[in-house]
């Protein structure tokens, strides 16, 4: 009897307990927005950029840093990153869903992981770093705030990018699926129309201008032609709060109601960037900066989005005396659509060139070529194209001719150039450069090796030696020489270089390394007086920078701090 009523009490005792666990449950969102400002898009999943597919949402903060950034749903931190380039300062979550998610460009973390990243830069002795905490070191809640977005990084405006990625693979998926209240109502915006007679970078094609039947219909007039043909478009897509011209969504391409061509962009692998070139006209980017996308499936791609089937490779087929009709149907997350249609009689004309085919020797792909020249070679292993090329090679006294940037590389080639006879600080300043389109020499990074400087390159172009004799610019920024600073929070410095760029940086107060942060696209080092007590009041400041071919600057200041009080 007694064995009953204890039982009867742990099983009431429990339910006691067990309600107000349900009800806080019921009422604890699983999911909140990033932010807590309406989300407004500058950059959409997948979308096409200069030399990737864009992994995350890009979250416009208003032309402002500082906004809370929050963790969208339970988790821990199971990855940090400090970089100068990429994503900047970025935090990664993993969460008990199987989902992971990111924020980049952050300006600063919440306190605790503040704390914890200052920790290891400190012990580490550098800025950029990376960590990968337990499990139970940086549990993370619901709304809980990660940071204060900001513009670090690659990032060339203010804003948050949001990713979430399947954390087996670590493959993106598209945040739209998620929760997040984006007003759209907006269809895709359709500027040209586009006809190749081939998948080839060289393939001739021309513009067909297109009529606006509807809202959501483009035309075209009637289109005579024949054989093989691939469709192409200057297409981008906007929210309904935002002007930015965002990437698509989803197309299909149909020829008489067939399926040719396919994609939606769900998923994507970061594998799937080297073949990014290969869905655009690459010359029309490389030398006009107009990115047409093309509707193909190459042979050479493995792109995970595109369909494996060589039916729905974008290839049409037009034969003579026969009548098409192709229809592009191009859609958004939220299913707004546009359409193009064309009608095409097959006759025995054929597409216009747009240039005359190259008279330059064919490279081709499945050859390896080694152009030597004595002082100067370029050498293109196998299967650095994608397809047999045309590259005109020429050796003209200082400047190695490499082709001209049209043609997409599936891997770099290697260039050579023999290190002259130099005074041994003239050879340490002197590198290999590459020309800009108005032979504006960049620098190139390459390696010494036997009497040669040795670089490799995906980008094709004409190379010269070139020369950096100036080191590197540092300046104080907001104090000078012997001032107080004691109100001051911060130390601003400017370290800048005119050529061949920052390599590293290092700062002392007193003999101790200090933390400075560096963004340098604002040529700025940041000390936080907050890191480090100091017992002197006389502080002496040392900041030591070289450039990537070994000039260096060192700047000495001293200035005064009132110190904090001891603990009684």
């Known amino acids: 009897m007694i064995h009953q009523v204890k039982n009867s009490f742990l099983k009431s005792t429990f339910i006691l307990w067990f309600i107000p666990l349900i009800n806080f449950s019921q009422n604890t969102p699983t999911w909140v927005p990033p932010l807590d400002i309406p989300i407004k898009l500058s950059g959409t999943f997948g979308e096409i950029r200069s030399n990737h597919f864009h992994a995350g949402l890009d979250i416009r903060t208003e032309g402002r840093q500082g906004l809370k950034v929050n963790n969208v749903q339970n988790g821990w931190i199971n990855r940090i990153r400090i970089s100068t380039g990429g994503y900047g300062k970025a935090l990664y979550i993993q969460h008990y869903d199987g989902t992971t998610s990111v924020y980049a460009h952050l300006k600063k973390f919440a306190p605790k992981i503040e704390a914890f990243v200052k920790k290891n830069q400190y012990e580490k002795e550098s800025y950029t770093i990376q960590l990968f905490p337990k499990s139970d070191q940086l549990p993370i809640a619901v709304g809980e705030l990660l940071g204060y977005s900001g513009n670090t990084g690659g990032s060339f405006g203010p804003h948050l990018h949001f990713e979430v990625r399947d954390s087996k693979n670590q493959n993106p998926i598209n945040g739209m699926q998620f929760p997040l209240e984006i007003l759209d109502t907006q269809r895709p915006q359709i500027q040209n129309f586009y006809l190749y007679d081939g998948i080839h970078p060289d393939s001739k094609k021309k513009e067909f201008p297109l009529v606006r039947k509807n809202d959501s219909v483009y035309t075209t007039a009637g289109i005579h032609t024949e054989g093989f043909i691939s469709a192409g478009l200057r297409v981008f897509d906007r929210q309904n709060l935002s002007y930015n011209k965002n990437g698509i969504y989803k197309v299909i391409v149909r020829l008489n109601g067939v399926i040719q061509y396919e994609h939606q962009m769900d998923e994507i692998s970061f594998n799937d960037s080297k073949y990014i070139n290969l869905l655009i006209d690459y010359k029309e980017w490389a030398q006009n900066k107009r990115r047409i996308q093309r509707f193909i499936n190459h042979p050479e791609q493995k792109i995970t989005f595109l369909e494996k089937d060589i039916s729905q490779n974008g290839q049409m087929k037009i034969e003579n005396g026969k009548s098409y009709q192709i229809i592009i149907e191009i859609s958004d997350f939220n299913k707004n659509t546009s359409y193009v249609e064309a009608y095409i009689t097959g006759t025995n004309s054929i597409l216009e060139a747009s240039e005359n085919i190259s008279s330059s020797p064919t490279l081709e792909n499945n050859k390896d070529y080694l152009y030597d020249y004595g002082d100067k070679s370029v050498y293109f292993p196998k299967e650095s194209f994608f397809d047999s090329v045309h590259i005109p090679i020429k050796n003209e006294m200082q400047v190695l001719h490499v082709g001209e940037n049209k043609y997409p590389l599936k891997k770099p080639y290697e260039v050579r150039f023999k290190i002259p006879e130099l005074d041994s600080l003239e050879r340490q300043q002197s590198f290999i450069a590459l020309?800009?389109?108005?032979?504006?020499?960049?620098?190139?990074?390459?390696?010494?090796?036997?009497?040669?400087?040795?670089?490799?390159?995906?980008?094709?172009?004409?190379?010269?030696?070139?020369?950096?004799?100036?080191?590197?610019?540092?300046?104080?920024?907001?104090?000078?020489?012997?001032?107080?600073?004691?109100?001051?929070?911060?130390?601003?410095?400017?370290?800048?270089?005119?050529?061949?760029?920052?390599?590293?940086?290092?700062?002392?107060?007193?003999?101790?390394?200090?933390?400075?942060?560096?963004?340098?696209?604002?040529?700025?080092?940041?000390?936080?007086?907050?890191?480090?007590?100091?017992?002197?009041?006389?502080?002496?400041?040392?900041?030591?920078?070289?450039?990537?071919?070994?000039?260096?600057?060192?700047?000495?200041?001293?200035?005064?701090?009132?110190?904090?009080?001891?603990?009684?």
């Open 435 to 568: 020309l800009n389109s108005n032979n504006k020499p960049s620098f190139f990074s390459a390696q010494q090796k036997e009497g040669f400087w040795i670089g490799k390159s995906k980008i094709l172009g004409s190379y010269t030696i070139s020369r950096d004799s100036v080191a590197p610019e540092i300046k104080p920024v907001n104090f000078k020489n012997k001032q107080w600073l004691t109100n001051y929070s911060f130390l601003r410095i400017k370290l800048s270089d005119d050529y061949s760029g920052i390599q590293k940086y290092r700062g002392e107060i007193n003999g101790k390394w200090i933390l400075l942060e560096y963004e340098p696209k604002d040529n700025i080092l940041i000390y936080n007086f907050q890191d480090l007590d100091f017992e002197e009041s006389l502080l002496q400041l040392r900041v030591t920078a070289e450039d990537q071919v070994g000039n260096s600057s060192e700047l000495n200041m001293e200035f005064y701090r009132k110190p904090k009080s001891k603990d009684l």
